[in-house]
């Protein structure tokens, strides 16, 4: 990325988000972007594959939280003119000229303390921020990081409890497999007269100053095609699709964002990979719940199982019933815990089965059913269970 690249480019902008936006506000703009955007639901755009890479690059600076300090300490000290040539600037020598490039890449020269005292400082935010080092920072020739891709699985209850592998299907910026990357249908491309293979040029800002751009002949690359490509029309880079099988660990919950090392999009000029991001979406279970470690599920009781007492038989999720002691006078409610039944946490232990009584009232009786609640009632007509609650609340 070139130094004018970095000064007007706003990212904020590209995602919609204001410049004191949380990191979930960004995490939310750049998933319903990306989606709209995605090169599988925009099949042939090419204006919609420049824009999810404008998104994803945008992503990459915004949701990295030191890179987005970097990015906008940067942005802050050119708005305040923290740089600025000429006679009588910042360095306080009249008609000073030096490239800015150098001077983010951290060398030495224009960049010490009669360069308005900022160093390798400066070396340091811009290298950080754009994955280049110091010595030779104005050139393209260091490795690239590959871009971070985010995906999206849907599992079952089970499969999220239980942890599953599953096939993922992801489409990210690689080398374009019909020119092997060179961007030429021959494979010859030659190195760029105006650039001198470089990939960058610089022209006078004002002031004194020189800034870097990309090369407009070979478009940043270094290398012009005599025969472009006909896939990637000679750009060396092209959309590219590949199936995978991830590994989700057992007990991700819904929503929950797994990082996979290496796994996004390939690195250029011999750079590592990106990463991949997976968003896990969790089905709902018709029994079970869950609420962290533990699972939840609700069993119905009858009356006389919950004023006497007794065994009541609970399922679990992938395994046996358990048994669980009623105690008598359970109310309706309560919850009981079966110790280990639960998902599987971080350590390999498994939470608990948390297990809610409900008392199950019947809808229909018949004529012994009947009579026997007849007497029971009779045999407890002067026990009124509301009477506390309106003594609380005369008292109230």
Same mark, same amino acid.
């Given at each position: 990325?070139?130094t004018?690249?970095?000064v007007?480019k706003?990212?904020?902008?590209?995602?919609?988000?204001?410049?004191d936006?949380?990191?979930?506000?960004?995490k939310?703009?750049?998933?319903?972007?990306?989606?709209?955007?995605h090169?599988?639901?925009?099949k042939?755009?090419?204006?919609?594959?420049?824009?999810f890479k404008? &998104?994803?690059?945008?992503?990459?600076?915004?949701?990295?939280?030191?890179?987005?300090?970097e990015?906008?300490?940067a942005?802050?000290?050119?708005?305040?003119?923290g740089?600025?040539?000429?006679?009588g600037?910042?360095?306080g020598?009249?008609?000073?000229?030096?490239?800015?490039g150098?001077?983010?890449?951290?060398?030495q020269?224009?960049?010490?303390?009669?360069?308005?005292?900022?160093?390798?400082?400066?070396?340091?935010?811009?290298g950080?921020?754009?994955?280049?080092?110091?010595?030779?920072?104005?050139?393209?020739?260091?490795p690239r990081? #590959?871009?971070?891709?985010?995906?999206?699985?849907?599992?079952?209850?089970?499969?999220?409890?239980?942890?599953?592998?599953?096939?993922?299907r992801? +489409?990210?910026?690689a080398?374009?497999?019909?020119? +092997?990357?060179?961007?030429?249908?021959?494979g010859?491309?030659?190195?760029?007269?105006?650039?001198?293979?470089?990939?960058?040029?610089?022209?006078?800002?004002?002031?004194?100053?020189?800034?870097?751009?990309?090369?407009?002949d070979?478009?940043?690359?270094g290398? &012009?095609?005599?025969?472009?490509?006909?896939?990637?029309?000679?750009?060396?880079?092209?959309?590219?699709?590949?199936?995978?099988?991830?590994r989700?660990?057992?007990?991700?919950?819904?929503?929950?964002? &797994?990082?996979l090392?290496g796994?996004?999009?390939?690195?250029?000029?011999g750079?590592?990979?990106?990463?991949?991001?997976v968003?896990?979406?969790?089905?709902?279970?018709p029994?079970?719940?869950?609420?962290?470690d533990?699972l939840?599920?609700t069993?119905?009781?009858?009356?006389?199982?919950?004023?006497?007492?007794?065994t009541v038989?609970?399922?679990?999720?992938? #395994?046996?019933?358990?048994?669980?002691k009623?105690?008598?006078g359970?109310?309706?409610?309560?919850?009981?815990?079966?110790?280990?039944?639960?998902?599987?946490?971080k350590?390999?232990?498994?939470?608990?089965?948390?297990?809610?009584?409900? &008392?199950?009232?019947?809808?229909?009786?018949?004529?012994?059913?009947?009579?026997a609640?007849?007497?029971?009632?009779?045999?407890?007509?002067?026990?009124d269970?509301?009477?506390?609650?309106?003594q609380?609340?005369?008292?109230?």
């Amino acid at each position: 990325m070139s130094t004018k690249d970095f000064v007007e480019k706003d990212y904020y902008k590209v995602l919609g988000v204001p410049k004191d936006a949380t990191e979930a506000e960004i995490k939310k703009a750049y998933r319903k972007l990306a989606r709209e955007y995605h090169p599988d639901a925009n099949k042939g755009n090419r204006e919609a594959e420049e824009r999810f890479k404008e &998104i994803s690059e945008a992503n990459d600076i915004l949701g990295d939280p030191k890179r987005r300090k970097e990015y906008d300490e940067a942005r802050s000290l050119f708005a305040g003119g923290g740089l600025r040539g000429g006679p009588g600037g910042a360095g306080g020598q009249a008609g000073f000229n030096f490239d800015l490039g150098d001077l983010f890449g951290g060398t030495q020269g224009g960049g010490g303390a009669g360069a308005g005292g900022f160093g390798g400082g400066l070396g340091d935010v811009f290298g950080g921020l754009f994955n280049r080092g110091g010595a030779g920072a104005g050139t393209r020739t260091q490795p690239r990081r #590959g871009q971070d891709v985010e995906s999206e699985v849907t599992l079952s209850f089970t499969e999220a409890v239980d942890g599953a592998t599953v096939p993922l299907r992801m +489409s990210s910026s690689a080398a374009c497999k019909a020119c +092997s990357g060179t961007g030429d249908k021959n494979g010859t491309p030659r190195v760029c007269p105006t650039c001198v293979g470089t990939g960058q040029v610089s022209r006078g800002g004002g002031g004194g100053f020189s800034l870097t751009d990309p090369c407009v002949d070979c478009k940043g690359r270094g290398l &012009i095609a005599e025969t472009p490509c006909d896939v990637c029309k000679g750009s060396g880079r092209a959309t590219s699709s590949r199936t995978m099988q991830v590994r989700i660990p057992a007990g991700v919950s819904d929503g929950q964002r &797994i990082r996979l090392r290496g796994k996004g999009a390939p690195g250029e000029r011999g750079g590592p990979a990106g990463d991949l991001y997976v968003v896990v979406n969790v089905e709902p279970h018709p029994v079970f719940g869950r609420k962290g470690d533990n699972l939840t599920v609700t069993v119905p009781v009858s009356f006389p199982e919950a004023a006497l007492g007794g065994t009541v038989r609970v399922p679990t999720l992938g #395994g046996p019933p358990v048994n669980l002691k009623l105690p008598a006078g359970t109310p309706n409610g309560r919850t009981m815990r079966a110790r280990g039944k639960g998902a599987v946490r971080k350590d390999g232990t498994r939470g608990d089965l948390l297990v809610t009584v409900e &008392i199950a009232v019947p809808d229909q009786l018949d004529d012994k059913a009947r009579e026997a609640l007849e007497s029971y009632r009779e045999a407890t007509a002067g026990r009124d269970p509301r009477a506390e609650l309106f003594q609380a609340v005369k008292g109230a």
